[in-house]
C-alpha cells in the first residue's frame, strides 16, 4: 500500500489501474462474495455455479476443515463436527450461546467462547475466518488477482463486540477490510436508491438468524441511517424451530438425538420454503430407523409464524419512534433476507407500511450486491458521477459503571459517527492513586442489564484529597462503529487506553501468530509472489515519499527532512535484496519515519478542499 | 486541527438564526469531504487526520443543529460563561411561570388525561417559540449578558419538556 499519496478526495491515485475489491455478505445460512465487473455488480459463483456458499464448517481433523456445500454434507452423520450458524456466537459470551437452541459443546474462555468439536477446538472468529477464507479464494480464482480489500457486511444491530469478531475473522481470513457496512444500507445501494428521489426509507431484513430494521434518509447522494432496531436472535431459523416445535409436540417425539434434531430442522426449512408456492406441503424426514412424513398448510404455519412476524413490527415501531417519525413518513421499505419470501411477512409488512415492499432484487444476493458497489468506490474506482457517503449511527448507547453499579451515559444511540465524546469524573477516596473503568454498552441504567464490553485500570496519578482529581474519560468511535476510550489524570497527565475487543477479539499477537503458522504451509511461489508484492509496495512507499517531499518539504523541520532521507536511503537498498521480512521492516520503519509529515499533509490538503468548497458556495 | 469554531467549519456566519436546511447541507458538504471512507485504502496517518476531522464535524453538527445547544455555544463563543452550576438567579417572572408549570406538570402525571396534556404541549410550545424569537434579537444585537440569562430559563423549559414527553407515553395508553 502506498503510505503516502494524498490525492483528491475518493479518487484513485493511479485511475487506470483497476484495483479489485469484493463486498462479501457473511450470513448466518449462507454467505456470498460480489463484485463490480463491467460496471455491473455480480455475485461471483464457485467451482460448480452455485451462488450461495451456506455458512458451514466440518472439521474433519484438528487443521483440516470442509467449508460450504461440501461440509452441509456432513451434517447428518458428524453433527458435532459441522457447525452452521456460526454468525449467532460471533463475539458473545459463553452464557448467552448455551441459552441457544443448538446442539454444540461450547466451552467458556474469558469473557468469549469455544466450541469443542470431535478433532479442535474453535472459537466462532476461527470459524468465520475458514468462511471468508473459502470466498476470498473463490473470488480470486474468478476476477484473477490478488484483491486490495473487501467490504464485509455486518447487521445494523451488531454491537462492538460483535463487529469486532467480524473485523478479526476477515484479519485471519488475510482479507484487508475497506469497511464494515450495515446490511440495510449494502440493500439501499444495491435498489440504487441513492439514484432515486429523496426521503426516508425503511428496509426491512429478516435473514436466517438476525432480524434489522434500519430507517435510512437519503439526501442528495448521502445515506444516513437514522434510526436502528431489530433483535440479533430472531431469523428464519426460528420459523423452523416453531414448525419442529410443532410437530414434537403433535407427534410426541420426546428426546430427540442431535443428528434427529438437525434432520428435522432442515425438513422443518424445506417445508417452510415449499409453503411460499403452494398452499401446503408435505416432506419427509428420516429420523434413526423410523421415515416420517410431516404435512403442514400454509394457513397453519402462517398463524404460528404471526408471533414471530409481530415481534419484527414492534421492532418497526419503536425504530419510527426513535426517529421521531411516523408511517406515512416512509417513502418505501426494501426487502432483504431469504426469509422475506414467505407471503405472510410480505403481507404484513406491506399492510403495516401501507405500501407495496421492493422486492424486484433476489432477496439472498441484494446485500452482497450493494457491498460490492461500496468496495468498488471505496477501492478508488469510481465513475464520473457515482459519489456517495454512507453516514452511520452508534446502534447502542455507550457508557461507564460509576457508583453503585449505575451506568453513566457518554454517547448515546443513534449518534452520527465518528464521534468522540469526553467526561470528567472524580476520586471517590482520599489518596487514591487508581481508578477501574468499566466500559458498557446499552439502553439501561443499571450495569448488570447491560453489555460488558471492556475494563482497564487507570494506575500512578499522584495521590489527592476526595474528589480533587480531574480525571477526563473520551470515547472515541470510527467509520466503522470500533470503540476506543481513554482516560487521562489531568493535572498529572497520567493516561491509559483500551481499544474495545479484549472481552471477545484477538490480540495482535493471536492473529500473528495464526498468520505465520498459515505461512509455514505456503508453497514456493507463494513465497515468491510475497517478496515481490514487498518490493512493489517498498517502490510505491519511496516514490509517494520522494512526491510529498517535492511537494511539501516545508512542513518538515531541517532535522525531519534528514532523518526522513536517510530512511529512504535505507528502503531502497532493502527493497533490492530478496530477504521478505528485512523489505516488510524498512517499509514498516520508513512509514513511521513520516507517518507525521503524512498527517500534516492530510491536514493541509482537507484544509484546502475545505476553503476551496466553502468558496464555492458563497 | 483547531483554531476555528463550529460556524468557520461549515463556512456560515456566527448566528442564532439560521435556516435548518443550509446547516445541514453545509454539514453534509463537510461530512463528505473528510469522511473517513475517502480514505478507505490510505495510509494509517491519512484515516487518523480524517477521522479527526469527521468527528469535528459531526460535533459541529450536533452542537449548532439544536437551537438550545447553539444558543448555548454562541454564549460561549461571545465570553459569557452561563454558569449553569452555580448561578440559579432568575426573574422573579418567570420564577413564578416555572413553578406553576411544574405544578401543572404533576397533576398531570397524578392524573393523565389528554386534553390537560396538550394544553401543556402547546403552552411549552408557545414559551419555546418566545425565546427563539427573544434570542434571535440579542444575539443578533451581540447582548450576551442578556441572552445568557433567557438560555438559563430555556435549560428549565426544556428539562419541563422532556417530563412532559416522558408522560406522553402513559397518555397515549389511555
New interface residues.
Given amino acids: 500500500m502506498a503510505l503516502l499519496q494524498i490525492s483528491e478526495p475518493g479518487e484513485s491515485p493511479a485511475p487506470h489501474q483497476r484495483r479489485l475489491a469484493v463486498g462479501i455478505d457473511l450470513g448466518t445460512t449462507h454467505s456470498l462474495v460480489a463484485a463490480v465487473r463491467s460496471s455491473v455488480p455480480e455475485v461471483l459463483p464457485d467451482e460448480q455455479g452455485r451462488m450461495l456458499v451456506p455458512s458451514a464448517v466440518y472439521f474433519e481433523a484438528a487443521d483440516r476443515a470442509v467449508v460450504g456445500v461440501d461440509a452441509l454434507a456432513y451434517q447428518g452423520a458428524h453433527p458435532l463436527d459441522t457447525l452452521v450458524s456460526i454468525k449467532r456466537f460471533m463475539g458473545r459470551s459463553h452464557a448467552e450461546a448455551a441459552a441457544s437452541d443448538v446442539p454444540y459443546v461450547f466451552i467458556p474462555d474469558g469473557q468469549s467462547l469455544k466450541i469443542q468439536t470431535n478433532h479442535a477446538l474453535v472459537s466462532p472468529v476461527e470459524v468465520a475466518a475458514r468462511i471468508l477464507d473459502k470466498l476470498k479464494f473463490l473470488a480470486e480464482g474468478t476476477l484473477g488477482d490478488s484483491l486490495v480489500g473487501a467490504v464485509i457486511t455486518v447487521p445494523a444491530y451488531f454491537d462492538d463486540a460483535q463487529r469486532q469478531a467480524t473485523r478479526d475473522a476477515a484479519r485471519l481470513a488475510g482479507l484487508n477490510v475497506l469497511r464494515l457496512l450495515n446490511e440495510p444500507t449494502a440493500a439501499a445501494i444495491a435498489y440504487g436508491l441513492d439514484h432515486s428521489s429523496e426521503g426516508v426509507y425503511a428496509v426491512y431484513d429478516l435473514g436466517g438468524g438476525t432480524f434489522d430494521l434500519s430507517l435510512l434518509r437519503l439526501t442528495r447522494g448521502v445515506f444516513e441511517v437514522i434510526a436502528t432496531g431489530g433483535d440479533t436472535r430472531l431469523g428464519g431459523d426460528d420459523f423452523d424451530a416453531l414448525i419442529v416445535a410443532y410437530f414434537t409436540r403433535t407427534l410426541c417425539l420426546n428426546d430427540l438425538s442431535p443428528a434427529s434434531r438437525r434432520a428435522m430442522l432442515s425438513a422443518a426449512r424445506v417445508l417452510r420454503e415449499g409453503l411460499t408456492d403452494q398452499a401446503d406441503f408435505t416432506v419427509k424426514v428420516i429420523l434413526g430407523s423410523t421415515t416420517l412424513a410431516l404435512s403442514l398448510t400454509r394457513q397453519v404455519f402462517e398463524t404460528m409464524a404471526s408471533g414471530l412476524i409481530e415481534r419484527t413490527l414492534d421492532c418497526a415501531r419503536r425504530a419510527l419512534k426513535d426517529a421521531s417519525l411516523s408511517i406515512k413518513d416512509i417513502k418505501g421499505v426494501v426487502m432483504v433476507g431469504g426469509a422475506t419470501r414467505m407471503p405472510i411477512v410480505r403481507q404484513s409488512v406491506g399492510a403495516f407500511f401501507g405500501s407495496e415492499p421492493l422486492t424486484d432484487l433476489n432477496p439472498d444476493e441484494v446485500v452482497a450486491l450493494g457491498a460490492a458497489l461500496q468496495a468498488n468506490l471505496l477501492a478508488g474506482n469510481r465513475n464520473p458521477g457515482e459519489d456517495w457517503l454512507l453516514l452511520d449511527v452508534t446502534p447502542l448507547t455507550l457508557g461507564l459503571e460509576t457508583m453503585g453499579g449505575l451506568v453513566e451515559h457518554i454517547i448515546p444511540r443513534n449518534s452520527t459517527i465518528p464521534v468522540a465524546r469526553a467526561q470528567e469524573f472524580t476520586t471517590f477516596k482520599d489518596g487514591q492513586t487508581a481508578l477501574a473503568v468499566h466500559v458498557v454498552q446499552g439502553e439501561r441504567d443499571l450495569v448488570a442489564d447491560c453489555r460488558s464490553l471492556a475494563r482497564f485500570e487507570l494506575r500512578g496519578f499522584p495521590p489527592m484529597v476526595a474528589g480533587s482529581a480531574k480525571i477526563r474519560v473520551t470515547f472515541q468511535v470510527d467509520a466503522d462503529g470500533l470503540l476506543s476510550v481513554t482516560a487521562r489524570e489531568l493535572g498529572s497527565g497520567v493516561e491509559a487506553s483500551v481499544t474495545v475487543k479484549p472481552s471477545y477479539g484477538l490480540s495482535d499477537e493471536e492473529v500473528a501468530r495464526m498468520l505465520t503458522e498459515g505461512l509455514k504451509q505456503a508453497d514456493y511461489d507463494a513465497q515468491m509472489r510475497m517478496l515481490k508484492e514487498q518490493q512493489v509496495d517498498a517502490q510505491q512507499l519511496i516514490e509517494s515519499v520522494r512526491a510529498a517531499l517535492a511537494n511539501d518539504a516545508d512542513l518538515l523541520s531541517a532535522a525531519d527532512q534528514t532523518r526522513i532521507a536517510q530512511q529512504l536511503q535505507i528502503t531502497l537498498e532493502t527493497a533490492n535484496g530478496d530477504d521478505v521480512e528485512k523489505i516488510r521492516l524498512a517499509i514498516k520503519a520508513l512509514a513511521d519515519a513520516t507517518d507525521d509529515f503524512a498527517a500534516k499533509r492530510m491536514d493541509r490538503s482537507i484544509r484546502a478542499a475545505l476553503t476551496g468548497k466553502s468558496l464555492d458556495s458563497l | 486541527?483547531n483554531a476555528t469554531d463550529h460556524f468557520s467549519?461549515?463556512?456560515l456566519p456566527q448566528a442564532f438564526a439560521i435556516d435548518p436546511q443550509v446547516l445541514?447541507t453545509?454539514w453534509?458538504?463537510?461530512?463528505?469531504?473528510?469522511?473517513?471512507?475517502?480514505?478507505?485504502?490510505?495510509?494509517?496517518?491519512?484515516k487518523?487526520?480524517?477521522?479527526q476531522?469527521?468527528?469535528r464535524a459531526?460535533?459541529a453538527?450536533?452542537v449548532l443543529k439544536d437551537p438550545l445547544s447553539r444558543a448555548r455555544y454562541l454564549c460561549e463563543l461571545g465570553g459569557v460563561d452561563l454558569q449553569t452550576e452555580t448561578n440559579t438567579a432568575m426573574a422573579p417572572a418567570f420564577l413564578m411561570q416555572q413553578m406553576e408549570w411544574h405544578e401543572s406538570l404533576d397533576e398531570l402525571m397524578a392524573h393523565p388525561n389528554q386534553p390537560a396534556y396538550q394544553a401543556l404541549a402547546q403552552e411549552f410550545d408557545a414559551a419555546r417559540v418566545e425565546f427563539v424569537q427573544t434570542l434571535t434579537d440579542l444575539f443578533a444585537n451581540n447582548q450576551f449578558e442578556q441572552a445568557a440569562a433567557r438560555v438559563r430559563e430555556w435549560m428549565f423549559l426544556d428539562k419541563l419538556i422532556a417530563q412532559l414527553k416522558q408522560t406522553h407515553g402513559v397518555i397515549a395508553d389511555l
Fill in positions: 486541527m467549519l461549515f463556512g445541514e453545509a453534509k458538504r463537510v461530512a463528505t469531504a473528510v469522511h473517513p471512507d475517502r480514505f478507505a485504502s490510505g495510509s494509517a496517518a491519512e487518523r487526520v480524517a477521522l476531522w469527521s468527528t459531526n460535533e453538527w450536533r
